[in-house]
C-alpha cells in the first residue's frame, strides 16, 4: 500500500493511496468509513486495513495525478527521531571537518529530535533560513511506527513498524557548526524543515528487497537534474531495529512516531565538498529517491 495525502480539485486536504498511478481517497471510496488523514489510518490500521482490503477490489473514481497536489504523506507526526545510522556518513562527514568518528558511535545508535511541526512535501518550496549560506540536503531513509510501544527489543521491533518513506533532513551546515560546538547537538542549523513523502510505504511492499534484516534500495540525490550521489539502504550500520531497541528504551513510541536513518554515505554535500558542488541557492531543486519508496523534489527559494 502507498499511502499518501493530497489537496483534491475542491481545494480539501485528504489521505488516499496511489495504485495504477491513480490516487484513490480513502473517506470517500469508503463512505466515510475510513478516516481523511494518514495518521488516524495508522492508528486503528487493524480495524482499517481489511476495510481497504475490500476497497481494492470494488473501487470507483480515482483522481490523476496530475489533478490533485500531493502533500506529505503524514503531515502530522506525534514526533521526529534522527540517527546517524551509516558509518560511511559518519567517516566522510568527519574527514570534511577533522574530527575522527567517536568510539561512542560504535557502542550505541545515536540520535536528535527534530521538529516534527516543520515537515513539508513533495515539490514544496524549502525557504533557506536567515543568515544560512552554506544549505545542504541530506538523502534517509525513514520508518513510520504503527503502534504504542515501550523497552522494544530488536527482535520485535519489526512488529511496530508501519511503513517506509524518503527523508530529506535539510541542514544549515553553517549554523550546525557553530552552536554544535556547546555540546547540546544541531537546532537552529536543522529545525527550519523535514521534507518526507511522496507516499508512505507499508513494509510488506519492500519485501521483495529484503536482505536480512535489512533492504537492498538504490537511493540517489540529484540536484538541477544531476546526479551528486548514489548509495544503498543495505550498508545501513545499524538496522531500524536497533535504532527502535534505542529510541524506545523507558520511551513510549507512538503511532505515528518517524524514525530517520540519517544520512546514506555521500548522501549530502557537507560529505561530497565543493569539487563537487557548491552549496544549495535559492532557484535550486533537490531530488532525492529511493527504489521502492518514490521520488522526493523540492525547490529552494
Known amino acids: 500500500m502507498k499511502l499518501t495525502s493530497f489537496i483534491n480539485p475542491k481545494g480539501e486536504k485528504r489521505a488516499g493511496w496511489v495504485e495504477n ?8 471510496s469508503s463512505n466515510g468509513v475510513l ?29 490523476d495525478l496530475e489533478q490533485v497536489t500531493l ?42 529530535f527534530t521538529n516534527h511541526m516543520a515537515i513539508r512535501g513533495p515539490n514544496e518550496e ?28 530488536v527482535d520485535e521491533a519489526e512488529d511496530y513498524i508501519f511503513g517506509y518513506t524518503v527523508l530529506n533532513d535539510w541542514s544549515a551546515r553553517d549554523l550546525q557548526a557553530k552552536e554544535m560546538k556547546v555540546g547540546l547537538g544541531p ?20 519485501e521483495p528487497y529484503r ?16 546526479i551528486l550521489s548514489e548509495g544503498n539502504s543495505k550498508r545501513i550500520y545499524y538496522t531500524f531495529g ?5 529510541a524506545s528504551q523507558g520511551v513510549t513510541l507512538y503511532p505515528g512516531d518517524i524514525i530517520g536513518s540519517g544520512t546514506v554515505g555521500k548522501g549530502c554535500l557537507l560529505e561530497l565538498g565543493p569539487d563537487v ?25
Request: negative net charge; charged residues 30%.
Open 21 to 28: 498511478n491513480l490516487i484513490y481517497d480513502l473517506s470517500e
Open 35 to 63: 478516516p481523511d488523514n494518514v495518521l488516524d489510518f495508522i492508528k486503528h490500521q487493524e480495524r482499517y486495513f481489511p476495510i481497504w482490503q475490500q476497497l481494492k477490489g470494488d473501487r470507483a473514481g480515482g483522481y
Open 71 to 112: 502533500t506529505a504523506p503524514l503531515p502530522n507526526p506525534p514526533s521526529v527521531r534522527d540517527f546517524i545510522a551509516f558509518e560511511e556518513h559518519m567517516v566522510n562527514a568527519g574527514k570534511r571537518v577533522g574530527l575522527p568518528v567517536a568510539p561512542e558511535w560504535y557502542e550505541i545508535p545515536v540520535f536528535y
Open 126 to 153: 524549502i525557504e533557506r533560513p536567515p543568515h544560512c549560506k552554506w544549505l545542504d540536503f541530506e538523502l534517509e531513509i525513514a520508518c513510520v511506527i504503527g503502534k504504542e510501544g515501550k523497552n522494544i527489543k
Open 187 to 206: 537546532a537552529k542549523g536543522k529545525d527550519f524543515a523535514n521534507s518526507i513523502g511522496p507516499y508512505l510505504v507499508t513494509k510488506d511492499e519492500l
Open 211 to 226: 536482505v536480512g534484516n535489512r533492504y537492498d534500495l538504490t537511493m540517489s540525490a540529484k540536484v538541477n537534474g544531476k
Open 242 to 246: 536497533q535504532m527502535i531497541e534505542r
Open 277 to 301: 558542488h557548491r552549496w544549495l541557492e535559492p532557484g535550486d531543486t533537490v531530488e532525492l529517491e529511493i527504489e521502492g519508496i518514490g521520488k522526493l523534489a523540492n525547490r529552494i527559494i
